[in-house]
């Protein structure tokens, strides 16, 4: 059985996975009608599914252990962008303020001694050390391209081998 401060710690946190859904939806939306972002788009769609993923797994797993899992109120994400460098950053700094949340769960879960919850949080800290990495490497990526066109191109059409290719990323 959940606690109340740990059944509302995992409630907020769907509502985290549900807005980073949204937030990369609405980056595969702007990457779509960019010239030459197809590869791009088709990334933060999958991603944005991902997301989806991440919190119905959070909402199952309250409602299996006692709880009620709440969908959440959603605030419209950032829906346009400077450029391409600056969706990247945001993607980065977005995935670093879940691993934080992640992290405060787990630190919580040690705190109740709730190892159910504690156990349950590994798949998300195991995910989120992937998602931090394919974030960063795609913004190391990006650094190094710089205004180079041609750069930018083998960016846009390798992305998604980077989501196939040994698994996820
Ligand atoms: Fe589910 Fe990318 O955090």
Redesign the pocket.
Known sequence: MLSKPMQDALNNQVKL?AS?SQAYLAMASWSEIQPGLDGVAEFFFLQSEE?RI?MLKLMRFINERGGFAIVPTLEQPIVTYKGIKSMFEEFLQH?LL?SNSINDLVELALSERDYATHNFLQWYVS??IE?EKSARVLNDKLELIGDDKSGLYLFDRDIMSRRQGGGKK
């Open positions: 996975e980073s997301e991440h995935e879940v995910e989120q998602e």
